[in-house]
T-cell receptor, first 114, second 112 residues
Framework: AQSVTQLDSHVSVSEGTPVLLRCNYS??????LFWYVQHPNKGLQLLLK??????LVKGINGFEAEFKKSETSFHLTKPSAHMSDAAEYFC????????????FGQGTELSVKP | KAGVTQTPRYLIKTRGQQVTLSCSPI?????VSWYQQTPGQGLQFLFE???????NKGNFPGRFSGRQFSNSRSEMNVSTLELGDSALYLC???????????FGPGTRLLVL
């Protein structure tokens, strides 16, 4: 079965410092992985996706994630946090051979202090 | 291109009523998926439609149903509402053959 685990339910950083949001996945197949962001009272916005083309994936707003098969991880990083990055972040895996079904992690709430 | 749109944005219903939510996908997208988001259970897959056919279904009771029209617009219906159905219902669309889903703003349903 495929699943994702976000290792931190809440992360707090200061503005201008690096961001690290951790995600481990479980999959019997080569997975497609995504990071989405949700700002308060908004829908989900796609940050980036991994579909086996390159292990280091660059996304929007300066975020990137690295796929590490040996560690079954797909951590999200950003070199310098901005106040506008405060939101909830979801690590997501696409279910193999079941198009249209995404499995979401429980989410990590990112707080950014001035 | 316009994004995924959902109507209404907010709804208040009482227990036992039924509700219909609507979703218009991005132009050209034929796959529409629905998700329920609650604080306790997080984001859970409800069902997915492609070309007017339900392709996948999550673990929800039969009170939750959906359909898709020939123009790819989709509706979901919840009958005999329960307090636990209070949630944000998100719709997402994707192009044929792609796994990436693009989400709408959601419909927030409150059941009293």
């Amino acid at each position: 079965a495929q699943s994702v685990t976000q290792l931190d339910s809440h992360v707090s950083v200061s503005e201008g410092t690096p961001v690290l949001l951790r995600c481990n996945y479980s999959s019997s197949y080569s997975p497609s992985l995504f990071w989405y962001v949700q700002h308060p009272n908004k829908g989900l916005q796609l940050l980036l996706k991994y579909t086996s083309a390159a292990t280091l994936v660059k996304g929007i707003n300066g975020f990137e994630a690295e796929f590490k098969k040996s560690e079954t991880s797909f951590h999200l990083t950003k070199p310098s946090a901005h106040m506008s990055d405060a939101a909830e972040y979801f690590c997501v895996v696409s279910i193999y051979n079941q198009g249209g079904k995404l499995i979401f992690g429980q989410g990590t709430e990112l707080s950014v202090k001035p | 291109k316009a994004g995924v749109t959902q109507t209404p944005r907010y709804l208040i219903k009482t227990r036992g009523q039924q509700v219909t939510l609507s979703c218009s996908p991005i132009s050209g997208h034929r796959s529409v998926s629905w998700y329920q988001q609650t604080p306790g259970q997080g984001l859970q897959f409800l069902f997915e439609y492609f070309s007017e056919t339900q392709r996948n279904k999550g673990n929800f009771p039969g009170r939750f149903s959906g359909r898709q029209f020939s123009n790819s617009r989709s509706e979901m219906n919840v009958s005999t509402l329960e307090l636990g159905d209070s949630a944000l219902y998100l719709c997402a669309s994707s192009p044929q053959g792609q796994e990436t889903q693009y989400f709408g703003p959601g419909t927030r349903l409150l059941v009293l």
